[in-house]
C-alpha cells in the first residue's frame, strides 16, 4: 500500500510481506528515536527555564505587540516595494536582453550577470555605508537589483520557451516587434512563468530579513529589542519561539501559493504552447540559464 | 587602487575567511543533504516526514532568521562554540534543504526501467544503487548542486554581520582607517567574483567530464 506511493523511482520493488514488517520496524524505531530528540530538546527548554512566566510575560503587554506588530508591519511594506520595483526592473532588463540592438543587449546582460553574481548583502551594505542613505530605500534598493536581475532572466526565458509558431505566426500577420512581444509572447510566458516568479519573490521577503543587518526595523529587529531586555529577564528562545514561526508561515504561504498555481496552470489550455516553470527556488549561477 | 595594495592582508585574512566558511559548509551542506534526499525517498514513512519537515522548514527561513537563533540562541542552552563553527552550522544546514531538492530530483529523473533492468540481472540493492542508479543521478545534478553552492557562497556575507571574520565584514576596518569606501567596496565584490566564478568553473569541469551529453 505505501509502495504506491514509489512508484515513480527506480530504487525499490514493491515490498513484499518481509520487506513490509521490516520497513515497519523501521518506522516505529524511527518514530521513537525521533520523539525522544524532541523530548531531549523541551527537557532542555524546560530546564533552562524558558517556560517561566516572567519571560512570556511581555507578550502581554499591549507595547510589546504594538513593538512586533510595527515589525511585521516594516517588513511586509519593505517587501512590497522590493517587489513591485523588482517586477518593473526585471521587465525593463528582459526587454533590453532580447533587444535587437547589440550594445542594448550586451548592457542588459552586463547588467543582469554582474548582481546576479553579488551577494545581495553587499549591495544593501555598498547603497546603506557608501552612500549614506536610509536603511529602508538601502534595503529596497539592494532587493531590487538582485531581484530585478534574477526575474530578467525569468522573463526572458519564459518568451523564448514560447513555441517558436507563435511568434511566426504573429510575424507573418503583419505585426511588428512591439506587438509580438506584448500581444502575443509574453502574455503566454507570464502566465507560464508566473509561478517561477512568485518563488522569486518568496527569496525577496525572506531576505528583507537582511535589513535587520543594516538596522531597519522590521520583525527580526522588534525581536532583538525585546529579547535584549533586561525588565523581562532576556527573554531570547521565547521571542525566537514567537518570530519564526510566522516568519517562516508567511514564506510557506507564499511558497504553497506558487506551487498551487503551477498545478493549475498545467491544465490550463491558455498556456498549452509554453512549458510551465515548475514553482522551485529559483537558481542562482551566473552565466548558466 | 591603493586600498588594496596597503591593506592586502586585511583583504586576504577576509578572503581566507569567507572561503573557509564556504568550504566547511558545502561539505556539511553536501553530506547532510544526501542524507536527508535518501531520507525523502527511503521506503519508511517516518523518515520520509522527517525529511520533508526538514526541507520545507529550512527553505522556508530566511537566513538572517537563522543566524540570529543559532549564533545567538544555542549559547543559551550552554552549548558555547567559537561563532565561525555556528555560522558553518547555520549556513550547512540551511544550503542542506536546497542540496537535498537538488539530488532528489536527480534521483527521480532515472527512469524506472533502469532499476528494473538492474534488479531483472539479478544485482542486488547496493549494486543497484552504486552500480547504476547513483551514477546517473550524479550526472544530472551537477548544475543545480553548483547553483547552491554560489548561492552559499554569496549567502556566506551574512556571516560578516555576525562577527565573523569575512571578506564582507572588511569594511568596517577600512572604513575607520578612512580609505575610500567605494573603493573598498569595489574590492570586495571583485573578490567575491573571484569566488563564485571560480565554483561556477568548477561545475563547469565537473559537467564537462560528467554531464548528461544533450
Known amino acids: 500500500m505505501k509502495a504506491l506511493d514509489h512508484s515513480s523511482t527506480a530504487l525499490y520493488d514493491i515490498p513484499g510481506p518481509k520487506a513490509e514488517r521490516r520497513h515497519m520496524l523501521y518506522g516505529v524505531l524511527s518514530t521513537v528515536l525521533i520523539a525522544a530528540v524532541v523530548g531531549w530538546i523541551l527537557y532542555l527548554l524546560f530546564d533552562t527555564d524558558q517556560f517561566t512566566a516572567a519571560k512570556w510575560n511581555p507578550f502581554t503587554y499591549k507595547g510589546i505587540q504594538e513593538l512586533l506588530l510595527k515589525g511585521l508591519g516594516n517588513t511586509l511594506k519593505a517587501f512590497a516595494i522590493a517587489a513591485v520595483l523588482s517586477l518593473v526592473l526585471g521587465a525593463i532588463l528582459a526587454v533590453g536582453r532580447l533587444s535587437d540592438h547589440k550594445p542594448v543587449r550586451w548592457l542588459a546582460t552586463l547588467i543582469v550577470e554582474f548582481f546576479r553574481a553579488m551577494p545581495v548583502l553587499v549591495m544593501i551594505f555598498f547603497v546603506f555605508v557608501a552612500l549614506k542613505v536610509q536603511p529602508l530605500p538601502a534595503l529596497v534598493t539592494g532587493l531590487t537589483l538582485y531581484n530585478g536581475s534574477v526575474l530578467a532572466e525569468v522573463f526572458r526565458s519564459g518568451v523564448n520557451s514560447v513555441e517558436r509558431g507563435q511568434r511566426e505566426a504573429a510575424y507573418a500577420l503583419g505585426m511588428r516587434k512591439t506587438q509580438v512581444m506584448s500581444y502575443v509572447l509574453g502574455p503566454q510566458a507570464l502566465r507560464a512563468m508566473l509561478p517561477a516568479i512568485i518563488s522569486q519573490l518568496v527569496v525577496a521577503l525572506k531576505d528583507t530579513s537582511l535589513g535587520y543587518l543594516i538596522t531597519y526595523e522590521e520583525f527580526l529587529h522588534a525581536g532583538k529589542l525585546i529579547a535584549s531586555n533586561l525588565d523581562y529577564d532576556l527573554p531570547f528562545i521565547p521571542v525566537v519561539m514567537v518570530i519564526s514561526p510566522i516568519y517562516i508561515g508567511m514564506c510557506m504561504l507564499l511558497s504553497w501559493f506558487a506551487t498551487w498555481v503551477s498545478r493549475r496552470q498545467q491544465r490550463n489550455p491558455k498556456v498549452e504552447a509554453v512549458d510551465v516553470a515548475p514553482a522551485e527556488p529559483g537558481t542562482l549561477l551566473p552565466g548558466r540559464q | ?214
Do not use: D, H
Open chain 2, 1 to 214: 587602487m591603493n586600498v588594496l595594495t596597503e591593506n592586502f592582508s586585511t583583504y586576504g585574512e577576509g578572503f581566507l575567511g569567507t572561503v573557509e566558511l564556504t568550504v566547511y559548509a558545502s561539505v556539511l551542506a553536501l553530506v547532510l543533504g544526501f542524507i536527508m534526499a535518501s531520507f525523502r525517498v527511503a521506503p519508511v514513512g517516518s523518515f520520509r516526514v522527517f525529511g520533508t519537515v526538514w526541507v520545507t522548514v529550512l527553505r522556508n527561513t530566511p537566513l538572517t532568521l537563522l543566524f540570529f537563533a543559532v549564533l545567538l540562541g544555542l549559547p543559551r542552552f550552554g552549548l558555547v562554540l567559537p561563532f565561525k563553527v555556528f555560522a558553518v552550522l547555520a549556513l550547512g544546514c540551511y544550503t542542506s534543504a536546497f542540496i537535498c531538492e537538488a539530488l532528489r530530483s536527480g534521483i527521480n529523473t532515472v527512469p524506472k526501467g533502469q532499476g528494473e533492468a538492474a534488479r531483472s540481472l539479478g544485482m542486488s540493492f547496493g549494486q543497484t544503487l552504486s552500480q547504476v542508479i547513483l551514477p546517473q543521478a550524479f550526472r544530472s545534478v551537477i548544475p543545480p548542486v553548483g547553483s547552491n553552492l554560489i548561492a552559499l557562497a554569496k549567502n556566506s556575507a551574512i556571516a560578516g554581520a555576525f562577527s565573523v571574520t569575512e571578506l564582507l565584514g572588511t569594511y568596517r576596518t577600512l572604513n575607520e582607517l578612512g580609505y575610500s569606501i567605494i573603493w573598498t567596496f569595489v574590492w570586495i565584490a571583485v573578490g567575491y567574483l573571484i569566488i563564485t566564478l571560480t565554483i561556477s568553473a568548477l561545475f563547469n569541469v565537473l559537467e564537462k567530464r560528467w554531464g548528461v551529453a544533450r
